[in-house]
């Protein structure tokens, strides 16, 4: 699944292709057929993101104030790809559930979007509602850390399940979870409520700093420059920890990265770094 920078760098490519232009709008695979009839002839006025969800804003091709009567909601889940490009589209092939074309500020741009796990038209108000249930995106300027710091010091659930849980922090996924705790020395399976109010908001902004460098780069890359052995410019073996290193030794204490299903998904952790009661395995240089 995409963590939340993917979908933030989604949001800007779109914006950079499309924004400002009158689109047309179609499903060659039929699936979102009225949907797409309702945004066809409309403006692309405004993308966003908050976690792994995309908005992207349509107005009447004719309005002046140029306000969105349409949000596209998307969700990419686990399959989903959103392609965009320069000149003709491609060929249609495949199930292509959404395809969008238009002049944009650059020239003819088009984006082909397949296997989403959400395409859907939302109202404002479904926007306001889809964000009330969303926790605090550390990618976005509205966000309050203080909102993440209170609910997660109210679970019961390990560490390591609410960082998944969208409610709590929205954008996180499998590899920055195992990848934010490695850096701040947590077991991952401390409640919430004994990690401490001081680590947490620690914990929030290594995991702002982490997915701003995934916006920077497009890569999820969580190693100190020191810490990268074996990394190859194609490869990408010194980008993480833990994150699947399962039997690999630390790249700081050499002692086999286990692994264990939490939340349905395969968590990763250093069982001497993150012990019970450790702390950071070295000194994060949190960005500015
Ligand atoms: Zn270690």
Redesign the pocket.
Known sequence: VPEGHTLHRLAAALDAALGGAVVTASSPQGRFAAGAALLDGSRLVVTDAHGKHLLVGFAAAQDAERSPGHWLHLHLGLYGTLAIGEGEPPPVRGALRLRLIGEGRGGPRWADLRGPTACELLTEEGVALLRARLGPDPLRADADPQVFVDKASGARTPVGAVLMHQDVIAGVGNIYRAEVLYRAGLDPYTPGREVGVERLQLLWQDQKHLLEVGLRTGRILTTEPEHRTGSSPRGREGDHYVYGRTGMP?R??G?PIATAQLEARALYW?P??QAPGAGP?FDRRLAA
């Open positions: 630390c700081l204490c002692a250093c001497h770094c395995p």
